[in-house]
């Protein structure tokens, strides 16, 4: 997918902006001129990067539950292209405030990057939906309910381990 990525970019004045921990492509990462490593970000200078970003991209191949920086993109007011895998697609409102493409499709995501970013119009408006986002509804449940479920079982373990003890203690 990185090189779909580079193949997508290097057609336009662009560049793009690598945000993350040690990459195992960090080598081949730094030898293209289109894509700037900046390593791992936090606070404020992430926040900054993710706001002045046209998209954000979240290639991910794990089957992850409920990934933030899908969440955090959008609530900074930044489209996100996701991976169709996951809790991603429960996340992302497709034709609103992003969009996905096939988790380990390399040409498929370089399509949906050309398309994004041959789009402003389409981009400005995702990041005016994004606006409006907000998680606290019950508007994206998606995997949510499944956190709770696993919150309501770690409870139970809890309470059932306290009174283990309380009756061992008798």
């Not at 040690?22 to 293209?32: Q, V």
């Not at 969009?99 to 994004?116: A, P, R, T, V, Y």
């Not at 079982?153 to 306290?162: D, F, H, K, R, W």
Request: proline letters at 4%.
């Amino acid at each position: 997918s990185l090189n779909a990525m580079d193949l997508a970019v290097s057609q336009h004045d662009s560049n793009i902006v690598l945000v993350s921990q040690i990459h195992p492509l960090e080598e081949e990462i730094n030898g293209i001129s289109n894509i700037k490593n900046v390593g791992f970000q936090k606070g404020e200078a992430l926040e900054k990067l993710i706001r002045e970003a046209r998209f954000s991209i979240y290639p991910s191949e794990w089957y992850e539950n409920c990934p933030f920086s899908v969440m955090e993109s959008q609530m900074y007011g930044t489209p996100v292209l996701g991976a169709n895998i996951g809790g991603i697609p429960e996340l992302i409102l497709v034709g609103k405030t992003g969009e996905l493409f096939e988790s380990g499709n390399g040409e498929d995501l370089k399509n949906k990057i050309e398309e994004l970013w041959n789009h402003k119009e389409k981009l400005d408006k995702y990041s005016e939906n994004c606006k409006d986002i907000n998680f606290d509804t019950k508007e994206l449940l998606g995997n949510f309910p499944q956190a709770y479920s696993h919150l309501a079982l770690v409870n139970t373990a809890i309470l059932l381990s306290q009174e283990s003890k309380q009756l061992k203690l008798k």
